[in-house]
Structures are given as C-alpha cells and as structure tokens.
C-alpha cells in the first residue's frame, strides 16, 4: 500500500539526515521506499536553485509560481514522478512540499493566495502524513554555518528572516489544522533520538484508531442529576425554572449559552447560575448518573479492536473524570478532552483536533461519537467522521440536519458503525 509521507522545517533542521534514516529502516522492513528533495533535480528545480543562491533575480510571486511549477513536473514526471511511485505501492519520503511555500514565500507574498493556487491544481497528491522537525531559528543558523563550510548561505538563510518563516509556518499548520494530517517532532537532541521519534510517529499515525465519544447523552444518561441541578439553582436566584421539554435542552451545550437563551439574557447571572449549578452537582448531581445498556461492552470490544478511547465533551473535566471513575469505565480512556471550570467557551472541534495530535492519529483513522449537534458540528470542523446516536438528547432531526455521517437507534449499533464490523 502507497503512502506519501513529508518533511518539513526549517533549513538546519536536520530533515535530510532523518529522511536518510527513516528510508532505510523502511527499507529493512521490507518496504519499496524512494525518496526526493525540493527543489527537484529537473530544469525547473536548477531554476530555482539558482533563485536561491541569489544569481537569478525573483520577484517572490514569481519565485512561489517557480516553486509550484516545479512541483508539477516533480509528481507528474514519466520517468520518476511521485504519482508514478505512489501507483507502483511505494513509500515516498519527500523533503518539503507545498507548505514550505506557504510559508517561505507566503510570508513576502499572499498566503491565501499560495494556497489557492496549490489546492485548486489537479496535479498535486496530497500527503497522508506531514512531520514538522521544530527547532529554534538561532540553533538552525548554527547548524546552517557549522555544516555549510565555504558554501555561501542562501536568500533566506539568516535568523531574523527564519524567525519570520518559523512563525509562517506555525500560522500555516494551525490553518490547515483540519486539512492535513500534520505532526511536529522535536528536532533537538541526538541524531538516533531524533530516529526514534520519528519513527514512533510514522508507526502511531499508520496503524492508530482513535473513537471519541461524547459523554452526557452518549455514554452515561445524567438527566435527573442536571434537572434536578437546574431546578435547585433556579430556586436559589429565584428565576422561574423551564419546563421539561426545554430542559432537555440543557444537556450538551455550556449551561452559560443556555441560560442565556432560555432563562435570561445576562451575562453575569449566568456565571452566578453555573456556580449555583455545581454547587449541587459537584456533591450530589453527578452521583445520579448511570450508564447506558451496553456501554462497558462496547469499550471492550472496540478496544480488542485496537481502539484508543477518549472522551470529548463539553462537561468541566474533573466531572467526567470522577463519574468515569465512579461508574467503573475510567480504565477505558486514555485521556479527556474538556474544558476546565474556568472556561466558559467551549471548542469540541479544537478538543478532536487536540486528541489527533496528542495520539498521532491521522483524521481517517478517528471518529467522533455523539448524540446532539454540537458533536456532529465538532467533527465536521475537525473533518473526521462523526456517528450520531439517537438515544441522547437530540430533538426529532437534529442529528440528519446537521449531516451526521451515520445516525444509530441504540448502544449495540455504535460497535459496527465505528469500526464497520459485526460484533
Ligand atoms: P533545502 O534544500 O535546504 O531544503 O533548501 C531549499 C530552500 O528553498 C530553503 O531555504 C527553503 C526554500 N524553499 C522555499 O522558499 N519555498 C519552497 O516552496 C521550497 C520547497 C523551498
């Protein structure tokens, strides 16, 4: 099976070393492996080479045009074109792509605009999986000037004008965050350290499966617990308490938005209702929760399948740690992504995207299970592919509405929609 694997980083970072030690130990396992550089060694990549050194004068449009021009030849080459090796089932290890001129001339130039240009051309393969090798811009000089001997440096081979790329790239990566597969290793220490994180990386993101699961709704149902919570602080700011209908609403999203959306619009009473919420959830409401028929099953059962578990959800963290831990299941996840009682936002999107980088999963290899808009909405923002139960508290077609990839009746369905087995 092809896979198309980039380096990127700052010059000195020491990419053609690791990319030299990677093939190899591919190799050995047995893998058909080519690698190759940018700028490419054909009449366009000479071209830029000489833009480089300074002898040719480039405006940094035309250099970015250079740049993607030369990327087209280099996939679309007959005779050792990446698209031909992809076809043949090799690995490719390439030593930057198009992000190095997102970043190198999209700093002098456009960014949006390099972008475009890169992402509407039929010509280019997308790779599977991006290392960023991170390393101070002054360390990266260093390197530069220790490894370079009387070669003179290039155009943009000094600190100040790679502390500028250093920041393009970072704004580059967070940009793309829900586009490409992109994980940073850190390119400091001993070249065989430097192998060994690397290559943990390539093996995590190529075989991880990683299942988010939403919590309130999806794995435990603590609906009496929360209106029970709402009901007591309503009293206590002497509010008029919804009715159960729109309480229903409450289980999902932060308490904050739906106060301020269904109770009254004020921003500081709000906080002061949240605060008079868990003054009854943290000792009492979060003991009324229980778990849904089959939910310890199917843990077990996706972890036998090689699932790391995770939850993703909206509920302040130490909440669904104590009643993770407290309903027996905590051994199941490998980690919670939710807000801390001091945040007030919430972003479910960023939390999948935080999960991905933590575990090096790649997008195709997660999912996000969920039974209201909020998750579904969270994992079209991260792009991975989201599972809707219609047990929790969505109301009639929410979960269609916002476009949930597959929808299940019950607990026992969640089992072949994530991993597209029987039980
Ligand atoms: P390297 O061979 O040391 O990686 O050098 C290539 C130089 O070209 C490096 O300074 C980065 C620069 N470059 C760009 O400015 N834009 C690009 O798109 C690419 C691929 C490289």
Known sequence: MSRFIVFEGLDGTGKTTQIKKLAEYLKNRGESVFTDA????????????RVLSGEVKSSPWATAALFLADRINQNADPENGIAKHLEAGDTVILDRYYFSTFAYQGYETDMDWAMDMHYLCPELRKPDLVLFLTMPPEKC???????????????????????????????????????ENVFYIDASGSIDEVHERIVNAVSSAFSKKLALFDF???????????????????????????GDETLRRFVGPPLYDSYNKYIEDDNDRALYFVDCYRERYAPIGKTEAKLYNGIPELFSALKAEGYTLAVCSGKPRD????????????????????PSFSDTG??????????????????????????????????????????????????????????????????????????????
């Open 346 to 423: 919430i972003d479910k999107g960023g939390y999948i995207l935080r999960a991905m980088k933590e575990f090096t999963v790649l997008r195709e290899n997660t999912v996000m299970v969920g039974d209201t808009k909020s998750d579904i909405l969270a994992a079209k923002k991260a792009n991975v592919r989201s599972i809707g139960v219609r047990y929790g508290f969505a109301s009639e077609n929410e979960l269609e509405e916002c476009g949930a990839d597959v929808t299940v009746d019950d607990v026992s369905g969640i089992f072949h929609a994530v991993t597209g087995k029987k039980t």
């Open 38 to 49: 940018e700028p490419s060694a054909l009449p366009s990549g000479k071209l830029i080479r």
């Open 216 to 242: 309130d709704g999806t794995v435990i149902d603590n609906s009496e617990g929360i209106y029970n919570c709402i009901r007591y602080a309503c009293e206590k700011m002497g509010v008029e308490c919804p």
């Open 141 to 179: 000089i260093e390197r530069i000037t220790e490894n370079r001997g009387a070669q003179p440096l290039e155009i943009y081979e000094t600190t100040e004008k790679l502390t500028e790329i250093s920041a393009k790239f970072n704004s580059v990566f967070e940009k793309l965050a829900a586009k």
């Open 319 to 338: 909440f669904v740690m104590s009643i993770a831990e407290n309903l027996g299941i905590s051994s199941f996840f490998s980690d919670y992504f939710c």
